[in-house]
């Protein structure tokens, strides 16, 4: 079973940027619009990696990517934001998310993000 990509955020709009970003790269993903709904796909899906918004009604990007990791996923998260607080950054890696673009970014950004967090040997192997 090929892994797909995961892409969490509340906004349509950023939804289907992520999702056109992603079919360029020849990538299929699922798109959830909350962190309670990632951690409900990650238990039903295989997912090689998560590009997860941070700020969503009732469990955000931190909660969500706190309770994947206590629930024994492994594979890279990066937070997709338009926050570049530094607090952010570092509660980011604090839940722990591995990576962190900053809305808007330009789709070389985002390519080169996604091409360093899957290259072989870099993906974090996980049963999810």
Not at 19 to 24: A, E, G
Not at 38 to 61: C, H, N, Q, W
Not at 63 to 82: D, E, H, K, Y
Request: proline share 2%; hydrophobic share 40%; net charge negative.
């Amino acid at each position: 079973m090929t892994k797909k990509v995961l892409v969490v955020d509340d906004s349509e709009v950023n939804q289907q940027v992520l999702r056109w970003m992603l079919r360029d790269l020849g990538q299929e993903c699922d798109v959830v619009s909350s962190g309670e709904d990632a951690v409900k796909a990650v238990g039903k899906g295989s997912y090689k990696i998560i590009f997860m918004d941070l700020r969503m009604p009732e469990t955000d990007g931190f909660q969500a990517t706190s309770q994947l990791r206590s629930a024994g996923f492994t594979a890279p998260i990066i937070a997709v934001t338009a926050s570049s607080d530094e607090d952010d950054w570092k509660n980011c890696m604090n839940a722990g998310m591995n990576g962190y673009l900053t809305k808007p970014f330009l789709k070389a950004d985002f390519e080169e993000v996604f091409e360093y967090w899957t290259k072989d040997g870099a993906e974090v192997t996980s049963d999810n």
